[in-house]
Nanobody, 125 residues
Framework: QVQLVESGGGSVQAGGSLRLSCEASGYSYSRYCVAWFRQAPGNEREGVATIDAAGSTSYADSVKGRFTISKDTAKNTLYLQMNSLKPEDTAMYYC???????????????????WGQGTQVTVSS
């Protein structure tokens, strides 16, 4: 049974940093395309960053240069380092995993079959 568990969310002031983690069980980050999504109240879930089996990454324009996705396959943990946070980054953040390797259409939520429960990030101005 696959389980993804996020942690690391919290409240910070604008300009601050947070690092989110997503520990997996029953699932291998070394084999599949995985991603971070976020959803603010009243908004659709949006893709933030992806990393494929080989370690290639992609980022949404809104976070490029500020966020970094990475993974530690030995620990089976996915990370999202978030720097220079803005109030508009406030959202519930989710890690997500596919059941296959390619990362085409990386920000289509429907391509991901495994989801964590989410961790809240709140950025105040």
């Amino acid at each position: 049974q696959v389980q993804l568990v996020e942690s690391g969310g919290g409240s910070v002031q604008a300009g601050g940093s947070l690092r989110l983690s997503c520990e997996a069980s029953g699932y291998s980050y070394s084999r599949y395309c995985v991603a971070w999504f976020r959803q603010a109240p009243g908004n659709e879930r949006e893709g933030v960053a992806t990393i494929d089996a080989a370690g290639s990454t992609s980022y949404a324009d809104s976070v490029k240069g500020r966020f970094t996705i990475s993974k530690d396959t030995a620990k089976n943990t996915l990370y999202l380092q978030m720097n220079s946070l803005k109030p508009e980054d406030t959202a519930m953040y989710y890690c997500a995993g596919r059941s296959y390797t390619p990362c085409e259409d990386p920000y289509y939520a429907s391509r991901y079959v495994y989801w964590g429960q989410g961790t809240q990030v709140t950025v105040s101005s």
